[in-house]
């Protein structure tokens, strides 16, 4: 392991100025050649949570992801770190394919909120997850009800993903008067986005990790090897890639 210099830590986000003040410590660098089964460039969460997921559909792989900067040094650890459903998105899917698409797509959001709970649970990972519901608001009088074309045209699928909310109600949940009415969807949540990249690379399942400067992470734990600071310069279409 080596570690990230305070002063590639002071420009970065938040949340990540947070994780790697505690715990500095990188993947280590690539040097030489290395062999994989599977190598997947980027540490980001589509990255961390894919090596991941193919460790655990098949533990003998052996799996590397390569990483130019930190786990999580892109959107995946400077986000707003909240976790919502695409129910409020049906028509819009459904527009650029169709009704059943939408669904699909919306219960496997849905999904994944539930997903990252129980990983985080199983693992020991303190991301600060924490269900705490979204409210869609309305601040003057257009936007009331701007919720129930959604909310209607999921109710004939037999989904309900929110429940309409008073001025009362969102006032005693949130502290503020300044919403005339809206919907809450109590499914959503929120995490540290940094902390969830950090310890997805630390997971427990089996994977490597090589990134040209990244925290720790589940992928780690789970055997996937991870290399840090180290860009992909060339892949080919065969079974070579070149770095």
């Given amino acids: 392991m080596s570690a990230i210099a305070a002063a590639d830590i002071a420009w970065r986000s938040h949340w990540l100025q947070q994780v790697l003040r505690d715990d500095p410590d990188l993947a280590p660098p690539l040097n030489g050649d290395?062999?994989?089964?599977i190598c997947i460039v980027g540490g980001g969460f589509l990255g961390l949570?894919?090596?991941?997921?193919?460790?655990?559909?098949?533990?003998?792989?052996?799996?590397?992801?390569?990483?130019?900067d930190i786990c999580g040094g892109g959107v995946s650890g400077r986000n707003s770190g909240m976790l919502l459903s695409a129910w409020t998105k049906f028509s819009t899917i459904a527009a650029l394919r169709n009704d059943e698409a939408s669904l699909q797509l919306i219960d496997q959001s849905s999904g994944a909120i539930d997903g990252i709970e129980r990983f985080c649970a199983e693992n020991g990972i303190d991301c600060w997850f924490d269900r705490v519901g979204w409210i869609?608001?309305?601040?003057?009088?257009?936007?009331?009800?701007?919720?129930?074309?959604?909310?209607?045209?999921?109710?004939?699928?037999?989904?309900?993903?929110?429940?309409?909310?008073?001025?009362?109600?969102?006032?005693?949940?949130?502290?503020?008067?300044?919403?005339?009415?809206?919907?809450?969807?109590?499914?959503?949540?929120?995490?540290?986005?940094?902390?969830s990249c950090a310890d997805c690379a630390r997971s427990p399942a089996p994977r490597r990790c090589a990134s040209t400067k990244r925290p720790r992470c589940a992928a780690s734990a789970a055997a996937v090897r991870s290399r840090s600071r180290h860009p992909a310069a060339r892949s080919d279409a065969g079974s070579s890639f070149w770095l």
Avoid: N
């Fill in 49 to 68: 949570w894919t090596a991941i997921r193919l460790k655990e559909a098949d533990p003998s792989l052996d799996v590397v992801v390569l990483e130019k």
């Fill in 136 to 195: 869609w608001g309305a601040t003057c009088a257009a936007q009331v009800g701007a919720w129930q074309d959604a909310l209607g045209k999921l109710a004939k699928y037999g989904r309900h993903p929110a429940r309409p909310v008073t001025r009362e109600e969102i006032a005693a949940m949130s502290g503020t008067s300044a919403h005339l009415a809206g919907a809450f969807d109590a499914s959503a949540a929120t995490i540290h986005p940094a902390i």
């Fill in 34 to 37: 290395i062999r994989a089964d």
